[in-house]
């Protein structure tokens, strides 16, 4: 069955350190891979997917995230944080496959908090 | 354009006791899918709805229940109320849904349900 791990329930980063949010999946073939933040009182917001093609892929927010096969990971990073980027962080994972019903399968979610 | 809208956005309830939750999708969206969400337990997707009828379901209990009206606004009904109930839940829409749903789904804030 296909999963989603976020080993990181809460990460605490000082602001202007880099961040690296872990997620890792388990799924037979190649999935969609996607990153969502939800700030308090916010609905979730897409930051990256990946399809295929190049394993980096850049999203909003200054965020990237690089998918490695061989690790069945898809990690997000950002070079510096802000005080706004304090927020829960969920990675998911889709499949193109029409018998999925193109549902998502989520992880558990990250908390990110920045310390000033 | 105005966002995916959810009323309310907070409610208490009692075990046993049933309620119903909105959703204004953004407009021309004609796909609302409904998700809880629990603490550690990510998104849990319950339904989806696209032109007035249920397209997908997840795998919850018959108590919980939807529908879709022509306008595409969207409610969820809950019948008796479990503790296990509390929780958030979110609204998505999406143009079409289906796998179009990956590039362009767009999340409501939610409706915290408390149930004591």
């Known amino acids: 069955a296909q999963s989603v791990t976020q080993p990181d329930i809460h990460i605490t980063v000082s602001e202007g350190a880099s961040l690296e949010l872990r997620c890792n999946y388990s799924?037979?073939?190649?999935?969609?891979l996607f990153w969502y933040v939800q700030s308090p009182g916010q609905g979730l917001q897409l930051l990256l997917k990946?399809?295929?093609?190049d394993t980096l892929v850049q999203g909003i927010k200054g965020f990237e995230a690089e998918f490695k096969r061989s690790q069945s990971s898809f990690n997000l990073r950002k070079p510096s944080v802000h005080w706004s980027d304090a927020a829960e962080y969920f990675c998911a994972v889709g499949s193109p496959e029409r018998d999925s019903n193109y549902q998502l399968i989520w992880g558990a979610g990250t908390k990110l908090i920045i310390k000033p | 354009k105005a966002g995916v809208t959810q009323t309310p956005r907070y409610l208490i309830k009692t075990r046993g006791q049933q309620v119903t939750l909105s959703c204004s999708p953004i407009s021309g969206h004609r796909s609302v899918s409904w998700y809880q969400q629990t603490p550690g337990q990510g998104l849990q997707f319950l339904f989806e709805?696209?032109?007035?009828?249920?397209?997908n379901k997840g795998n919850f209990p018959g108590r919980f229940s939807g529908r879709q009206f022509s306008n595409s606004r969207s409610e969820m009904n809950v019948s008796t109320l479990e503790l296990g109930d509390s929780a958030l839940y979110l609204c998505?829409?999406?143009?079409?849904?289906?796998?179009?749903?990956?590039?362009?789904?767009?999340f409501g804030p939610g409706t915290r349900l408390t149930v004591l």
């Open positions: 990946y399809f295929s093609g």
């Open positions: 998505a829409s999406s143009l079409l849904g289906g796998e179009s749903s990956y590039n362009e789904q767009f």
């Open positions: 799924y037979g073939a190649t999935p969609y």
């Open positions: 709805y696209f032109s007035e009828t249920q397209r």
